[in-house]
């Protein structure tokens, strides 16, 4: 009798807590990029149903609330542009005009026009993050052709740096955002070439199959602390501070990267080079989910 006793408390209780579980299963999945689409069951007992009603308008004013928030980053940024660009345009033509001004004035509008291109990179990246969502994601990507013009656009700063580029691309096409994908490797080698030694180099590789295509891109600069990798992804998150902001980075430029390749379903890691410097690989499924491949 007991062990028949135990076996039905065992079955009923199990049956009673399942829609429990199928509830929980769903919460797990709501994180800040399905907060606006993912809700929970309704369609269960009554108190359970009850219990989803209450997540699901929590999740709607979350979901309110966050997109108020990149609404006002975005036209926060928007409205920066223009006097941004403006006091760019004067300090430009007063240095022009006045070639022969003293040191010390000299030395103030450097620095005056080093602050302001911090500041406009910064709002640029501001309105990237808030176009993340809104982008179209059915362009017909080659990638070969995509890695050469970013490496010819970041060229002139890796000669400035002493820092040689590399690349070994397959011939792969994937469907997706033309923007965010050249973003995503731009930012990559971008960091690569920033925080890097005189005489270092940047090597970008592109391999894939018939589902993923796989992006590495590796160097052999100053590396990250292994304290820090678990929080590189984070937004505005510096690993120094005094060397970012020589370097003229914003702490945004990995959280986008990482982003991008959680939004289409791929993946980015992080990862210490041997021999010293820092390796990022990044996957990237070649279709996103209801399109075709190329």
Do not use: W
């Not at 076996?7 to 907060?35: E, H, M, N, T």
């Not at 179209?136 to 040689?164: F, G, H, M, Y």
């Not at 005189?198 to 590396?223: Q, R, Y």
């Amino acid at each position: 009798v007991t062990i028949v006793s135990a076996a039905i408390a065992y079955f009923v209780s199990g049956r009673a807590l399942k829609p429990l579980q199928q509830l929980a299963q769903q919460a797990q999945q709501v994180d800040q990029d399905s907060i606006a689409t993912t809700r929970l069951d309704e369609n269960t007992v009554q108190e359970f149903g009850q219990l989803s009603r209450s997540v699901n308008r929590m999740l709607d004013g979350l979901a309110q609330s966050f997109e108020l928030q990149r609404q006002f980053a975005g036209n926060a940024a928007h409205e920066l542009r223009t006097p941004l660009a403006i006091l760019q345009t004067k300090l430009e033509l007063f240095a022009e005009e006045h070639p022969a001004m003293d040191a010390e004035t000299a030395g103030l509008i450097r620095s005056l026009r080093e602050q302001l291109d911090r500041l406009t990179a910064l709002v640029r990246t501001l309105l990237e993050m808030s176009n993340l969502q809104s982008v179209s994601r059915t362009d017909q990507i080659a990638l070969a052709p995509l890695v050469e013009e970013i490496l010819t656009d970041l060229t002139p700063l890796a000669q400035k740096n002493n820092i040689s580029l590399q690349q070994d691309c397959e011939e792969l096409g994937m469907v997706g955002s033309d923007a965010l994908i050249y973003r995503l490797v731009f930012n990559l080698v971008e960091n690569g070439i920033k925080y890097n030694r005189p005489g270092g180099f940047v090597k970008l590789l592109l391999a894939g199959d018939e589902k993923d295509c796989l992006l590495t891109v590796s160097d052999n600069g100053i590396g990250i602390p292994e304290g820090d990798m678990p929080r590189i992804f984070d937004r505005f998150y510096r690993v120094d501070k005094m060397r970012s902001r020589a370097a003229g980075g914003t702490g945004l430029g990995l959280s986008i990267a990482a982003d991008t390749a959680r939004r289409r379903g791929g993946s980015i890691e992080v990862r210490a080079r041997e021999g010293g410097g820092t390796v990022f690989t990044v996957r990237l499924p070649r279709c996103e989910e209801g399109g075709d491949e190329t």
